[in-house]
Each structure stands twice: as structure tokens, then as C-alpha cells.
Nanobody, 115 residues
Framework: QVQLVESGGGLVQAGGSLRLSCAAS????????MGWYRQAPGKQRELVAT???????NYAESVKGRFTISRDNAKNTMFLQMNNLKPEDTADYYC?????????WGQGTQVTVSS
């Protein structure tokens, strides 16, 4: 089993920055790709960004140029640096890890951007 714990959410003004972290524990060697997803009130969960074990990244169009995903495989931790935050970025952000017979979610961390 793999466990994921997110941290770093909070309240920030528009234009500000936050850095989310996702710490993985357990059978971490089974993790290939990791990603961040978000779910705003009344909306479906959506992809924010993904990163492979080798470091290849993929971003939603709405966050390109503002968010940066990264991971430290040695520390089993993934990050999401969020800059120039907008009110529409307000959501619960979830960490996800996938691999062989693996698809695990964290408990989520709340991000609120005030205008």
C-alpha cells in the first residue's frame, strides 16, 4: 500500500503564491506517475498537472505558465508551486499516485484565493 499526505494549502490573495507538498510512504517503489488534481465546489475533479518518474510533465491549459510540478524521488515527495494565483484556482487539491496495480489519492488540501 501507498499513503499520500498533502500539505501547504491555505488562504492567499489573488496574485499570490502557494507551494503544495505531497509526501508518499509505504510501497513507494511501485509509484510511476504522480499528479495534482483539484475539485471546486459543485464541479468535477479536474487534472492540474502530472509528472512521471523520469520528470516528464503535463499541465492543464488553465495553469500553464503559472504552476510548476516537481518531484524528489529520493524523498518520495511531490510539489506544486503555484504562482499568480487567481480566484478561479480556489479548490480542494488532491495528490494522486499511479503505478502497477496502484491508484492512490491523498486526503486533499484546501486552497482559497481571495479577489
Amino acid at each position: 500500500q501507498v499513503q499520500l499526505v498533502e500539505s501547504g494549502g491555505g488562504l492567499v490573495q489573488a496574485g499570490g503564491s502557494l507551494r503544495l507538498s505531497c509526501a508518499a510512504s509505504g510501497r513507494v517503489f511501485s509509484i510511476n506517475n504522480m499528479g495534482w488534481y483539484r475539485q471546486a465546489p459543485g464541479k468535477q475533479r479536474e487534472l492540474v498537472a502530472t509528472i512521471s518518474r523520469g520528470g516528464s510533465t503535463n499541465y492543464a491549459e488553465s495553469v500553464k505558465g503559472r504552476f510548476t510540478i516537481s518531484r524528489d524521488n529520493a524523498k518520495n515527495t511531490m510539489f506544486l508551486q503555484m504562482n499568480n494565483l487567481k480566484p478561479e484556482d480556489t479548490a480542494d487539491y488532491y495528490c494522486n499516485a499511479v503505478g502497477f496495480a496502484l491508484n492512490v489519492w491523498g486526503q486533499g488540501t484546501q486552497v482559497t484565493v481571495s479577489s
